[in-house]
């Protein structure tokens, strides 16, 4: 009986296995990358590429939909273990540990009514638009530090865009690869298109882990995967099925 307690107390204590985790992904809703399935779960490129990596590595991921800023605080506060799609900040980089290399990468983007779109053709004119955006997300400067400018900040882009079709906003800005998946909708046609100026800047999208959490060892497993994928051209290829644009 000893003999078998003393078995018991080592099997205890032996680390957990990287596989055998479990980790909580914070995400919203953001066509192509990530969209509401029939029977409620999310689909899209990011959710192929964590399905790709669960099969390659034996980790399991619990993907939750939350507000975006509601994800990055979770991940701030150690409630959370990673996020998809996140750009890259000073700011975000005290709480949030990248992966070295981003997965992919699109363009900010401005849109507008098609007149307005046309006449949009400077940074300068910005500052007599009303614009809307998405809280807590990441474009380029100086737009994003700039207090001067009339911002409107929603929770996600379709917000934007019926605000936009509404008329209560003159201009949106947005990611090209998601904007232009939306545009595709009935709806849209023909009502917001790509603005005449177009910022030279891109945005990398990455794969982030909470600093509050201490899963290294699943970072390494994910990050080797990744540029293996990458290698491979897999993630490239995945793209194609949603028709993900890139700058």
């Given at each position: 009986m000893r003999a078998l307690c003393i078995t018991v107390l080592l099997w205890l204590c032996?680390?957990?296995?990287?596989?055998?985790?479990?980790?909580?992904?914070?995400?919203?809703?953001?066509?192509?990358?990530?969209?509401?399935?029939?029977?409620?779960?999310?689909?899209g490129l990011d959710i192929d590429v964590l399905n790709q990596l669960s099969l390659r590595t034996g980790l399991h991921f619990n993907v939750?939909?939350?507000?975006?800023a509601r994800g990055l605080a979770a991940l701030e506060n150690g409630k959370a273990d990673l996020m998809t799609g996140l750009a890259k900040t000073p700011?975000?980089?005290?709480?949030?540990?990248?992966?070295?290399?981003?997965?992919?990468?699109?363009?900010?983007?401005?849109?507008?009514?098609?007149?307005?779109?046309?006449?949009?053709?400077?940074?300068?004119?910005?500052?007599?638009?009303?614009?809307?955006?998405?809280?807590?997300?990441?474009?380029?400067?100086?737009?994003d530090s700039d207090t001067q400018l009339r911002k409107v900040a929603v929770n996600n882009e379709e917000?934007?865009?019926?605000?936009l079709a509404r008329g209560r906003l003159q201009a949106l800005i947005g990611t090209d690869c998601q904007v232009d998946y939306e545009l595709r909708d009935p709806r849209w046609q023909g009502r917001i298109v790509k603005a005449g100026f177009r910022p030279d800047a891109r945005t990398d999208l990455y794969i982030g882990f909470s600093r509050?959490?201490?899963?290294?060892?699943?970072?390494?497993?994910?990050?080797?995967?990744?540029?293996q994928l990458q290698a491979e051209g897999w993630i490239s290829k995945a793209a194609l099925r949603y028709q993900v644009s890139q700058p």
């Open positions: 032996l680390p957990v296995r990287a596989e055998q985790a479990s980790l909580l992904v914070m995400t919203d809703v953001w066509p192509p990358f990530r969209m509401p399935a029939a029977d409620g779960s999310l689909q939750q939909r939350a507000p975006w700011e975000r980089e005290v709480y949030i540990h990248y992966l070295p290399q981003p997965y992919y990468a699109c363009a900010p983007r401005f849109y507008a009514a098609p007149a307005q779109a046309r006449a949009l053709q400077s940074y300068i004119q910005l500052a007599a638009l009303t614009i809307g955006h998405v809280l807590e997300s990441v474009y380029f400067e100086p737009f917000q934007l865009l019926a605000m509050q959490r201490n899963l290294q060892a699943q970072y390494q497993q994910i990050n080797q995967t990744l540029v």
